[in-house]
C-alpha cells in the first residue's frame, strides 16, 4: 500500500526544513506529486530511496572536500 506523507512529514523524515523541500519539489530534485487541489504529496518509499541515494553522493562529496584539504595541507607544509 502506498504511504503517502504532506510536506511537513517529508521534511521531517529528511531533517530538513520544509522549505527546502518545497524548494527541492519546486526544482525537480526530489519526486513530487500534486493533490487536485495542488498540495504536495510525497510517498514514502521514493523519500526513503532519495534519501539513500542522495546521502552516498553527500558522502563522496565530503570525502572529495576532505582529500583536497589534506592535498592542500600537504602542499603548505611542504612549502614550508
Not at 523524515?13 to 530534485?29: E, F, Y
Not at 534519501?51 to 589534506?70: C, D, G, K, M, P
Amino acid at each position: 500500500m502506498k504511504q503517502w506523507l504532506s510536506l511537513s512529514e517529508a521534511a521531517k523524515i529528511l531533517g530538513v526544513h520544509p522549505g527546502t523541500v518545497r524548494n527541492w519539489a519546486d526544482q525537480g530534485k526530489i519526486p513530487v506529486h500534486r493533490t487536485p487541489g495542488g498540495h504536495r504529496r510525497f510517498l514514502r518509499q521514493e523519500v526513503e530511496f532519495w534519501q539513500q541515494a542522495n546521502s552516498a553522493t553527500s558522502a563522496n562529496e565530503n570525502e572529495q572536500v576532505i582529500r583536497n584539504a589534506l592535498r592542500m595541507t600537504r602542499y603548505r607544509v611542504s612549502e614550508g
